[in-house]
T-cell receptor, first 117, second 113 residues
């Protein structure tokens, strides 16, 4: 069964350093999401892509976070500089469709757990 | 902003009992309501979903009900088993046609054998 791939699984960094996470969605899924999940809470949307275009980045802290999906396939989420409060699980998800008829099922990757010291 | 409230935050039941988790949403335009199960250290996985044109949906031991007037929906698990122990998240679409999901804070369900 096809899965969303993410790397690295774990990342420990010091504050003020730069970190990057990579996501490869399920083949054919046009919509890609990055979520942040703080321990004990639900996932919070950071950014949504439809193909290579950003559809929603209203919750992305743009002073330090950036995301790209240049060819409309895999995606990278970057944090520079990292802060203590960025410690969380970063989940990537993809879906086959979105739009007028409603959101399709989101398939999540296993996540990248970031610890900022 | 729009939000999804989920209750209870923790739920402990005996094996074989039923479990009910409730969510309320604020965006009257929400039209899709999925439930995700996340086992410890694993990715969230969809277990059931319901769209706004349906009031109830059932899949074996799991059912979801939706009350659009009251803006709340519930997950019902019958004949609970230890493997049902996990964190369950409800979600609702916000923002119109783009269908972005807002998640509740989760319910940690423990099923005691």
């Amino acid at each position: 069964e096809a899965e969303v791939a993410q790397s690295p699984r774990y990342k420990i960094t010091e504050k003020s350093q730069a970190v990057a996470f990579w996501c490869d969605p399920i083949s054919g899924h046009a919509t890609l999401y990055w979520y942040r999940q703080i321990l004990g809470q639900g996932p919070e949307l950071l950014v949504q892509f439809q193909d290579e275009s950003v559809v929603d980045d209203s919750q992305l802290p743009k002073d330090r976070f950036s995301a790209e999906r240049l060819k409309g396939v895999d995606s990278t989420l970057k944090i520079q500089p990292a802060e203590l409060g960025d410690s969380a699980m970063y989940l990537c998800a993809s879906s086959l469709r979105t739009g007028r008829i409603g959101t399709g099922e989101l398939f999540f990757g296993e996540g990248s757990r970031l610890t900022v010291l | 902003g729009e939000n999804v409230e989920q209750h209870p935050s923790t739920l402990s039941v005996q094996e074989g009992d039923s479990a009910v988790i409730k969510c309320t949403y604020s965006d009257s335009a929400s039209n899709y309501f999925p439930w995700y199960k996340q086992e410890l250290g694993k990715r969230p996985q969809l277990i059931i979903d319901i769209r706004s044109n349906v009031g109830e949906k059932k899949d074996q031991r799991i059912a979801v009900t939706l009350n659009k007037t009251a803006k709340h929906f519930s997950l019902h698990i019958t004949e609970t088993q230890p493997e049902d122990s996990a964190v369950y998240f409800c979600a609702a679409t916000v923002g119109g046609s783009q269908g972005n999901l807002i998640f509740g804070k989760g319910t940690k369900l423990s099923v005691k054998p």
